[in-house]
T-cell receptor, first 114, second 113 residues
């Protein structure tokens, strides 16, 4: 059973397009995250939702809009894609447990903008 | 602002060696510190989580220590195997930061037979 899944695994698109990445977790966790791993492999948090509420919003361009229809899903929509958006996007989830909140990561979505 | 640094950036060792990966962080006010493993083209796998109040955690051949006062954590791998080859990432969760992980750049480990 896949704990945290993402679709699609690969996404190749043209500059200026709008695209979405979907994430689902079946762990019953209440918090979900989006991270971006750039070409230098640096992982940075973008957003976090707790029970469908946005709790972390780093300095991400407003072309990126997360949406959480329920606590098992966190989708990422990107408008007007730019070359610099090319990266691997990881979804993660965790359960708040007073310092024991291990984060579980999905397999990643490799986005290539041409 | 929390910053996490990992040394060395890359390490190549023969099978069977014991090795230490280092992680340092600039702000000692952390909620926890986590070590992950990333295989090429894959997601991250959690290895160990050390709570702010703890000094170390162990899982099999892995042992991670935490010294908040000096802003350091180490990951010790005993009797390394080729299957341990991967990138190891350290991440600090700042206090009051909703478990927002700040990652280091990672140590790329290669264990050769």
């Amino acid at each position: 059973d896949t704990a945290v899944s993402q679709t699609p695994k690969y996404l190749v698109t043209q500059m200026g397009n709008d695209k979405s990445i979907k994430c689902e977790q079946n762990l019953g966790h209440d918090t979900m995250y989006w991270y971006k791993q750039d070409s230098k492999k640096f992982l940075k948090i973008m957003f976090s939702y707790n029970n469908k509420e946005l709790i972390i919003n780093e300095t991400v361009p407003n072309r990126f809009s997360p949406k959480s229809p329920d606590k098992a899903h966190l989708n990422l929509h990107i408008n007007s894609l730019e070359l610099g958006d090319s990266a691997v996007y990881f979804c993660a989830s965790s359960q708040e447990r007073e310092g024991l909140d291990t984060q579980y990561f999905g397999p990643g979505t490799r986005l290539t903008v041409l | 602002k929390q910053e996490v640094t990992q040394i060395p950036a890359a390490l190549s060792v023969p099978e069977g060696e014991n090795l230490v990966l280092n992680c340092s962080f600039t702000d000692s006010a952390i909620y926890n510190l986590q070590w992950f493993r990333q295989d090429p083209g894959k997601g991250l796998t959690s290895l160990l989580l050390i709570q702010s109040s703890q000094r170390e955690q162990t899982s099999g051949r892995l042992n991670a220590s935490l010294d908040k006062s000096s802003g350091r954590s180490t990951l010790y791998i005993a009797a390394s195997q080729p299957g341990d080859s991967a990138t190891y990432l350290c991440a600090a969760a700042p206090s009051g930061g909703y478990n927002k992980l700040i990652f280091g750049a990672g140590t790329r480990l290669a264990v050769h037979p």
